[in-house]
């Protein structure tokens, strides 16, 4: 049995586009009967970011390898996952700073990552991370003004997984092709990308 973690970060939930494309492979995972699927709402959680007496915290707890305290319970989740889906928008050029205050929290070394005299390396069990958004405008695959799948895919080779597909719905916004057709297309890429994982 897989252990899927799904983060959801789609910020206007049930209105999000983005929403739509991630209940279609929510609901395609949960039709099979290898893979156990753990949702993580990030609009419902009490994400901080780091600062002052938060981040000492942190520090504190890393001296005496406290990796069980609550605050690390993101970071266990994570690396403890077989695999990663993340549903997010595409937004101000990347996707929103929910998603990368939850990011701030998984890098804990000793959980998710480790350090030694080579540089550092990912522990993480998971060996396959997906990422599902949705865009106003189209970005080809390494346009420069696209820094959100890139960052993703950075982050997934820092935290020690193999395999990183992004499934993008380009140009929702343009109003050049139909909304339902360029959806329909992603959930289909979707359909391709879960078959491999
Ligand atoms: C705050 C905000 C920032 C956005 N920034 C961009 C952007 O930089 N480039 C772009 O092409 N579209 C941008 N968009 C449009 C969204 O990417 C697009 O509408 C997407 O489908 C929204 O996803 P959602 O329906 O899941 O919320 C932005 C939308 C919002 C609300």
Redesign the pocket.
Known sequence: MKKVLFIDC???RE?????KLADHVFHRLRERSDCQVEELCLMDENLTYFSDGFFQQRERLLAQKNYDHPRFRYANQFSEADKIIIAA?????SF?ALLKVYIENLCVEGITFGCDETGMFGTCKADHMIFLT????I?PKGDP?EMGSPYLEAMSRFFGIDRYDCVA?DG??LGIRPVNEIMREAMEEADRVLDEL
């Open positions: 789609c910020i206007r209105d999000s586009r983005t929403k928008p595409f937004w101000d050029l929103p949705t865009r106003g405008a970005y003004m719905a929702l916004d």
